[in-house]
């Protein structure tokens, strides 16, 4: 079993999970979940091949923006010296995902939303991103997803897993792998 590292530069212990070997991908949990909910979608995903490197959020303060926890996943990916990689995210995690392509466009090879939040971040520029929505999500609803594609149709792909709700990566975890494996293609 893999243990869960901190880093903690400047105290922010930012708590994060390396697993596998092979192309990095970057998860990032759901507000208040600490990354427990993607394990699951992770040992798949571990298993066909990928390195998957989760971060969680530090611990709650109510000065952290969005950008400060952008620099944590940079900072542990420093750390890690992965220098470029796809990052995604649940709901929130995704916000942070996006908020970091955005800033950082070197380091992002694309972005992966598993839900997404209304947020006021545009899709960075002539960066792919995959988004995966329950179909039944009514927190993060599809609607959300189809109305980001709408706003770059060329960059935005989605696919939409049916009879899934809000937690569909704990749910639906081997389809929610399938999409992404066959995303990527990195097989």
Not at 3 to 29: C, H, K, M, N
Not at 63 to 70: I, Y
Not at 130 to 135: D, E, M, N, S
């Amino acid at each position: 079993m893999t243990r869960l590292e901190t880093f903690d530069p400047d105290d922010r212990a930012i708590p994060y999970l390396d697993q596998g070997d092979g192309p990095a991908l970057v998860l990032l949990s759901e507000r208040g979940a600490d990354g427990g909910g993607l394990g699951t979608l992770t040992s798949i995903l571990v298993e066909t091949g990928f390195r998957i490197v989760r971060i969680g959020f530090r611990g709650a303060a109510d000065d952290v923006t969005l950008q400060d926890l952008a620099q944590d996943v940079l900072d542990v990916l420093d750390h890690l010296e992965i220098r470029d990689t796809w990052i995604g995210g649940h709901a929130f995690g995704g916000t942070v995902a996006r908020t970091l392509a955005l800033a950082h466009p070197d380091r992002a090879n694309g972005v992966l939303l598993l839900g997404v939040e209304v947020a006021q971040i545009p899709v960075p520029q002539h960066m792919p991103v995959l988004v995966v929505q329950g179909a039944g999500d009514e927190i993060t609803p599809a609607a959300n997803g189809l109305q980001l594609q709408a706003s770059a149709p060329g960059l935005v792909s989605v696919t939409l897993l049916e009879g899934a709700g809000h937690m569909f990566p704990v749910t639906h975890a081997g389809q929610t792998a399938e999409i992404i494996e066959e995303y990527l293609d990195w097989d």
